[in-house]
């Protein structure tokens, strides 16, 4: 059975500081992994990840995959207030169209 | 409106009523995904359409979830004699294609409340 796991489940911090937010699979037929930013409702997309060893950044976000350990880290730094929210990751396969298998998501509180 | 849009964005049922939660996806797009999120959880794939026909109906938990895409533009996710186990937040996305290298883009949400 395919598996996303993220961790930490939460994390709070204070402004200013960064933080390592990282999730691992098991999948067959892996095809890319995809982080996503859930406020109130709607997850946003945050990067879609296929290669290994490349870094993708936006801003105060990036993010790596690596296929050998199966895994990837997303990277936040300076963090904000405003970044408090949920971060789930999520992997798509070779097979199964485009269906997304989720993580249970990791909380991030930023206080002031 | 731009952005994937779903109605109601609440709702409160009894247990054994039936239930239709709509998605108007974005212009264009011509594949569009349910998904369903418990609280604490990510979300969990029920199904997927691309243009009218679904594509993959393999997450549809059982044979009281249906939806249907009858234009190939707006969705209805449709569930019969609602259990309160039904109760979360029912999310759909929409892709321009399904191909796999394509962003899907989330909806507000309905969130499904079953006394």
């Known amino acids: 059975e395919d598996k996303v796991v993220q961790s930490p489940l939460s994390l709070v911090v204070h402004e200013g500081d960064t933080v390592t937010l990282n999730c691992s699979y098991e999948?067959?037929?892996?095809?890319?992994l995809l982080w996503y930013k859930q406020e109130k409702k709607a997850p946003t997309f945050l990067f879609m990840l296929?290669?290994?060893?490349i870094e993708k950044k936006s801003g105060r976000l990036s993010s790596i995959l690596d296929k050998k350990e199966l895994s990837s880290i997303l990277n936040i730094t300076a963090t904000q207030t405003g970044d408090s929210a949920i971060y789930l990751c999520?992997?798509?396969?070779?097979?199964?169209?485009?269906?997304?298998?989720f993580g249970e998501g990791t909380q991030l509180t930023v206080n002031p | 409106g731009a952005g994937v849009s779903q109605t109601p964005s609440n709702k409160v049922t009894e247990k054994g009523k039936y239930v239709e939660l709509r998605c108007d996806p974005i212009?264009?797009?011509?594949?569009l995904y349910w998904y369903r999120q418990s609280l604490g959880q990510g979300p969990e794939f029920l199904i997927y359409?691309?243009?009218?026909?679904?594509?993959?109906d393999s997450g549809l938990p059982n044979d009281r979830f249906f939806a249907v895409r009858p234009e190939g533009s707006v969705s209805t996710l449709k569930i019969q004699r609602t259990e309160r186990g039904d109760s979360a937040m029912y999310l759909c996305?929409?892709?321009?294609?399904?191909?796999?290298?394509?962003?899907?883009?989330f909806g507000p949400g309905t969130r499904l409340t079953v006394l």
């Open positions: 996305a929409s892709s321009i294609t399904s191909g796999t290298y394509n962003e899907q883009f």
């Open positions: 999948v067959t037929n892996f095809r890319s």
């Open positions: 296929t290669s290994s060893g």
């Open positions: 999520a992997v798509r396969k070779e097979t199964s169209g485009s269906r997304l298998t």
């Open positions: 212009s264009g797009h011509t594949a």
């Open positions: 359409f691309q243009g009218t026909g679904a594509a993959d």
